[in-house]
């Protein structure tokens, strides 16, 4: 299509960069922000044996070559209570020589459950970012304690996921991965 309206001038990017002031200012931006584009989702992990993508929502996508695919999400159970809880064993069923993990919750009730033994809390990472061969999680934040995590995948080995929690209070916690895909 002809257009009978002025031609605009083409603008001068280079002008912008003529003083060093400027352009030093340009590239500490583009440095500060590189790893911000390089944390993006859709990065991958791969060894010989595993390729790991990086989604949207923080999961990881865990896939083999001629094999499946698995959704691993960045979930964590941690159980905290500000009291000792005490622990005993007994022996299981007749004829069974399992011996059962019973714990005493804080209102003297005994369970098998782990999991009913005090209050838990469920967290879920909010943002992901990904350098070298590994993904790291974060989380929201807690009165009761902070927690990291990491998911690296070493060269001829299978992934690993690695956390560390640091208490701001004082008590007993325990944390658990509850992010692995439901198996029937």
Known sequence: MISNAPAQPIPNFVTRFQTPKRWLRNV????????????????ILTNDTYRIELKADNSVSLSTPGGGQEIFRPDFKVLYSPDAVSMTTAQGPENCHLWVPYWKTPGGKKTANYFEIVPASNISAIAATATNNTIRWRFPSSSLFSLDAELTLPD????????TLKPLKPGYFSVGYAGAPIVS
């Open 28 to 43: 500490a931006l583009f440095c500060c922000l590189a790893p911000a584009l390089h944390a993006h989702a859709g990065a």
């Open 156 to 163: 001829k080995e299978g992934p690993r996921v690695t956390f």
